[in-house]
T-cell receptor, first 114, second 109 residues
Framework: EPEVTQTPSHQVTQMGQEVILRCVPI?????FYWYRQILGQKVEFLVS????????KSEIFDDQFSVERPDGSNFTLKIRSTKLEDSAMYFC????????????FGEGSRLTVL | GQNIDQPTEMTATEGAIVQINCTYQ??????LFWYQQHAGEAPTFLSY??LDGLEEKGRFSSFLSRSKGYSYLLLKELQMKDSASYLC??????????WGAGTKLIIKP
């Protein structure tokens, strides 16, 4: 069964360092997303991406965040200068874009900022 | 503002039935999803409702009333592996998913 894959599964970094989280969405999907979930809290939308550009972004997705689809398979989230409050689980998701289409989530990347 | 409300936590007994409610107030409606999330894992899709009524899928059923802004997830013949958080999410007029905080379901033997 096709799945969304994410790397790394866990990253520990120092405050102020840059972090890149990687995702390989399901191959025939057209819409890609990043969500985050702080421990014990709700899933929060960060950004959606379609046709090689950002289609929506939340207030959380400020200038410290960027996304890129560098090739035909990878979808990355970069945090330029991490803060303590960026510590969370980051989920990548993809969908086929139908209105009824559910999101398929990757297993997540746990980011710990020290 | 947009809001989705679910109970924070529920407890049920193995073999029993439990109903998890969700009420929503969103700018537009393009469907309601239920996801299951085990601790430390990604959400996995359970069900989708866009029309009023009951959708049944094995032990799980989901109900929607658009006029009341209300849905519930019904889990039958509960198993210990059903212990998880259950997330209600609504697609708004921009087709963005608005998430509830989730209901943590604890199953006791």
């Amino acid at each position: 069964e096709p799945e969304v894959t994410q790397t790394p599964s866990h990253q520990v970094t120092q405050m102020g360092q840059e972090v890149i989280l990687r995702c390989v969405p399901i191959s025939n999907h057209l819409y890609f997303y990043w969500y985050r979930q702080i421990l014990g809290q709700k899933v929060e939308f960060l950004v959606s991406f379609y046709n090689n550009e950002i289609s929506e972004k939340s207030e959380i997705f400020d200038d410290q965040f960027s996304v890129e689809r560098p090739d035909g398979s990878n979808f990355t989230l970069k945090i330029r200068s991490t803060k303590l409050e960026d510590s969370a689980m980051y989920f990548c998701a993809s969908s086929d874009g139908r209105a009824t289409g559910e999101l398929f989530f990757g297993e997540g990347s746990r980011l710990t900022v020290l | 503002g947009q809001n989705i409300d679910q109970p924070t936590e529920m407890t049920a007994t193995e073999g029993a039935i439990v109903q998890i409610n969700c009420t929503y107030q969103t700018s537009g409606f393009n469907g309601l999803f239920w996801y299951q999330q085990h601790a430390g894992e990604a959400p996995t899709f359970l069900s989708y409702n866009v029309l009023d009524g009951l959708e049944e899928k094995g032990r799980f059923s989901s109900f929607l009333s658009r006029s009341k802004g209300y849905s519930y997830l019904l889990l039958k013949e509960l198993q210990m592996k059903d212990s998880a958080s259950y997330l209600c999410a609504v697609k708004d007029s921009n087709y963005q998913l608005i998430w509830g905080a989730g209901t943590k379901l604890i199953i006791k033997p």
